[in-house]
């Protein structure tokens, strides 16, 4: 039997729209049950806090609790192949940060591969770090302490958390771009590096400002620049280091992440929501306390990102000869 024209074509835009359709009342009933976000570190450090504050807006705006995992360990790779092997279907994600980047450099052996095995869904803050040392230090400043690294070469000990870690790229790129002579001096986290900088029996450490600020306010600690590209609202009197070292620019990040192939439309609804998180001056101000700077963006600005801080960070550790523990 032959259709009219017309019939024929209304049912073939009919059918040409059901897809669309579909993906729209997929995303209207998205989420229908609880999601979990799976984060790489123990309860009650700055990921972990971001998380929850991230899952606690979801939880209100979406209707479904957002439930925070911690999956501590491997430097966040066990939280990272838990996500990369879950169903994408929006109900796992991932607190990405920027030990997943640097990972990528400092393994041979990983299962997934982070960019390719991942969808980026939006950024949520950007974490500086804080150059300082231990208050009997000579120097005052950046350049004095350039100065006094050079007339003392090899004598300096810089803190770390370990092989990899933020504090270590840090200050390796630090070395690289003012060719002083350090020595790394590894710790298992900050928590245990701090009372030996504080003691002098290291000179000067690169750490998350969330970590440092109490004892920077304290006095107990010496804050000579921050590493982020401009100065920070929680420590407006000091400069940042690329003032003295230009093009010096060096902070961590924490974003969500879902298993590659997640549909669009799941990811758009999370990232619209997030966003808007982000511009609500309660939460901004939580984040703010942290020391943090929010990260507004699509979710293909934060697959630039990711991107770009994986070529940069790569640099460093293979010019270091960096190795994991």
Do not use: C
Not at 29 to 57: F, K
Not at 150 to 179: C, D, Q, R, W
Not at 288 to 308: E, H, M, Q, R, Y
């Amino acid at each position: 039997m032959k259709l009219p024209r017309r019939r024929f074509l209304h049912l073939a835009v009919g059918a040409a729209a059901l897809p669309a359709a579909s993906r729209l009342a997929r995303a209207d009933s998205y989420p229908s049950r609880p999601v979990h976000l799976i984060v790489g570190y123990a309860a009650g450090g700055p990921a972990d806090i971001a998380a929850r504050l991230i899952a606690q807006r979801l939880s209100e705006r979406l209707g479904q609790p957002f439930v925070v995992e911690n999956r501590a360990g491997a430097n966040s790779n066990i939280a990272t192949e838990a996500v990369v092997r879950a169903p994408p279907d929006g109900y796992t994600l991932l607190l990405a940060t920027g030990s997943n980047v640097f990972n990528t450099a400092l393994y041979d052996n990983l299962t997934f591969n982070f960019s390719n095995d991942i969808a980026p869904v939006a950024s949520v803050m950007r974490t500086p770090g804080v150059m300082e040392v231990t208050p009997s230090f000579p120097a005052k400043t950046v350049l004095e302490f350039i100065a006094y690294a050079k007339a003392n070469p090899g004598k300096i000990n810089v803190a770390s958390a370990g092989p990899g870690s933020a504090p270590h790229l840090y200050s390796e790129l630090f070395k690289m771009m003012t060719g002083v002579d350090l020595v790394q001096v590894h710790y298992h986290g900050s928590g245990p590096a701090l009372p030996d900088l504080m003691a002098g029996q290291v000179q000067v450490m690169f750490d998350p400002i969330a970590s440092s600020i109490q004892y920077i306010r304290a006095g107990t600690l010496r804050a000579l620049a921050v590493t982020t590209a401009e100065r920070l609202a929680v420590l407006p009197d000091i400069s940042t280091v690329g003032d003295f070292v230009p093009g010096y620019e060096a902070s961590s990040w924490e974003g969500i992440a879902a298993p590659k192939n997640t549909p669009p439309e799941i990811i758009d609804k999370l990232n619209r929501e997030i966003n808007a998180g982000l511009v609500d001056p309660s939460l901004r101000e939580r984040f703010t306390n942290l020391g943090a700077a929010v990260l507004i963006g699509s979710p293909a600005d934060f697959s630039k990102l990711i991107a770009d801080e994986t070529e940069k960070w790569g640099k460093v550790i293979r010019a270091a000869n960096i190795r994991p523990e």
